[in-house]
């Protein structure tokens, strides 16, 4: 099991761009598919994007194709959320997610084995 801590979250302007970082803790980071999922204010909790083991292959919901960028550094245990022109919409804590054992990309809770804690990220208008 891997262990996840999320930063890089805060406050910004509509349009503004902000960078998470999740650092993993544990064996094996290669071995797990990740992802970032998001829960805004009395919404369910929502998939944003997901990156492969070897960062080959990425997935994001439709809305914000175009301006999130998911990415991963193996060698550092990170994996990274590159966010642009963000919207108030966006406004939503965001977790890093660890997929289970045979999952390539998390895009819905019943395939994470892992949650970070949660950054949160405002966007204001």
């Known amino acids: 099991q891997v262990q996840l801590a999320e930063s890089g979250g805060g406050l910004v302007q509509a349009g503004g761009s902000l960078r998470l970082s999740c650092a993993a803790s544990?064996?094996?980071?290669?071995?797990?598919?990740m992802g970032w999922f998001r829960q805004a204010p009395g919404k369910e909790r929502e998939f944003v994007a997901a990156?492969?083991?070897?960062?080959?292959?990425?997935r994001y919901t439709d809305s914000v194709k175009g301006r999130f960028t998911i990415s991963r550094d193996n060698a550092k245990n990170t994996v990274y959320l590159q966010m642009n022109s963000l919207n108030p919409e966006d406004t939503a804590v965001y977790y890093c997610?660890?997929?289970?054992?045979?999952?390539?990309?998390?895009?819905?809770?019943?395939?994470?084995?892992?949650w970070g804690q949660g950054t949160q990220v405002t966007v204001s208008s």
């Open positions: 997610v660890a997929a289970r054992a045979w999952v390539t990309m998390p895009t819905n809770q019943g395939e994470i084995g892992a």
């Open positions: 544990g064996r094996a980071f290669s071995s797990y598919g």
């Open positions: 990156i492969s083991r070897s960062g080959g292959s990425t």
